[in-house]
């Protein structure tokens, strides 16, 4: 299986910073990467596929990059309701795999 | 806009079954594949498998020996079936529609998610 990991696991940050999630892949996945958001209690929303595409109605301060093994998103000003945990996933192979996770909390 | 709406029984016996129906609306489940996503504190998020319109299904091989999905078009809808649950199974189930670019695939919508609890 592909091993997908994330860092930081969790990240403390204010309103209006920006903040970056990394992603790294166990082998090349080329950019079949997304990303995910999840809030407590409600089921993982997509935010960016295909390594960089923004799903359609996500805001624009998402902005995702990178190609084989190594991934970012980044998020260009916080906004109070970003704060979630965030997930990457690869679809490169089956069985897919998922990150475990960044939770992004209020400083 | 698609919507999944899932539901099944939330509270198992160790060797039971677990049967979980996700029902689509707003769109055929004709053309799709359809996944079962589990998240657990332990393992985090895990994918299951995922099964098309025709009945065409691949499995997690971590759970390939006792897991079955299948489809009811005349329904629209996805179903789930995992044999000899364990405590292990206790998680979070998500039913999820899988979008296809090319050769890229994700997962959206997601359904909102049946706590499954294995206990005896």
């Known amino acids: 299986d592909i091993q997908m990991t994330q860092s930081p696991s969790s990240l403390s940050a204010s309103e209006g910073d920006r903040v970056t999630i990394t992603c790294r892949a166990s082998q090349n996945i080329g950019s079949s990467l997304n990303w995910y958001q999840q809030k407590p209690g409600q089921a993982p929303k997509l935010l960016i596929y295909v390594a960089s595409t923004l799903e359609s109605g996500v805001p624009s301060r998402f902005s995702g990059s990178g190609s084989v093994t190594d991934f970012t998103l980044t998020i260009s000003s916080l906004q109070r309701e970003d704060f979630a945990t965030y997930f990457c996933q690869q679809s490169a192979r089956t069985p897919h795999t998922f990150g475990r996770g960044t939770k992004l909390e209020i400083k | 806009q698609v919507q999944l709406q899932q539901w099944g029984a939330g509270l198992l016996k160790p060797s039971e079954t677990l049967s979980l129906t996700c029902a689509v609306y707003?769109?055929?489940?004709?053309?799709?594949?359809w996944s079962w996503i589990r998240q657990s504190p332990g393992k985090g998020l895990e994918w299951i498998g995922e099964v098309n319109h025709g009945g065409s299904a691949d499995y997690n091989p971590a759970l390939q020996s006792r897991v079955s999905m299948s489809v009811d078009t005349s329904k629209n809808q996805v179903s789930l079936r995992l044999t000899s649950v364990t405590a292990s199974d206790t998680a979070v189930y998500y039913c999820?529609?899988?979008?296809?670019?090319?050769?890229?695939?994700?997962?959206?919508?997601w359904g909102q998610g049946t706590l499954v609890t294995v206990s005896s």
């Open positions: 999820a529609r899988v979008q296809v670019l090319e050769l890229f695939g994700w997962f959206d919508p």
């Open positions: 707003g769109d055929s489940i004709s053309g799709y594949y």
